[in-house]
């Protein structure tokens, strides 16, 4: 089996509920990267990573965060730009919107943004652990992972849209 198969299966095991996935491939192109994504993966990474980025990308998506390249970011963003109407999330269709408070919709903005626990916590005059609560209680009531699978839903829920200016 392939990497994304070995995602599906671990993401779909309950017993393996904390395991967060880190993809490291030789092939950053776009279909891949969101493939993995929706797939489960917590991070994307190219294979000519330096050593010392890598181990920083571990530590970052086991703390519970997102990390993509700046070649996977690329991607994302060029086909977010080049399609007009989002494509639905695969499987289940997500909890609804409507079940987030106006403080969770508004970390959602900021998550889906890329700004970091730290940086939410600064723009709100929160705790970073109060800004950590609040996108984890959005990821719980929206049925996703973590945060990379936060920032696809808040792009194809048409919350944020490619070219949208954070104020």
Do not use: C, W
């Amino acid at each position: 089996m392939d990497g994304l198969e070995a995602t599906r299966h671990i993401v779909a095991d309950d017993a393996l509920a904390g395991v967060r996935i880190l993809v490291l491939t030789t092939f950053e192109n776009e279909d891949n990267v969101v493939r993995a994504l929706r797939t489960g993966a917590s991070g994307f990474l190219g294979k000519s990573v330096e050593p010392y980025d890598l181990v920083r990308a571990i530590r970052t998506v086991a703390a519970g965060e997102a990390l993509l390249s700046p070649e996977a970011t690329r991607t994302l963003i060029t086909r977010f730009l080049s399609q007009p109407e989002l494509e639905p999330l695969p499987d289940s269709e997500p909890a609804p919107l409507s079940g987030l408070t106006d403080r969770e919709r508004e970390v959602l903005v900021l998550v889906a943004h890329g700004l970091s626990n730290d940086e939410i916590a600064e723009r709100l005059y929160l705790s970073p652990f109060t800004a950590k609560t609040h996108v984890n209680r959005a990821m719980s009531k929206l049925g996703v992972r973590d945060r990379a699978q936060l920032v696809v839903l808040a792009y194809q829920r048409g919350i944020v849209r490619p070219g949208d200016i954070l104020a």
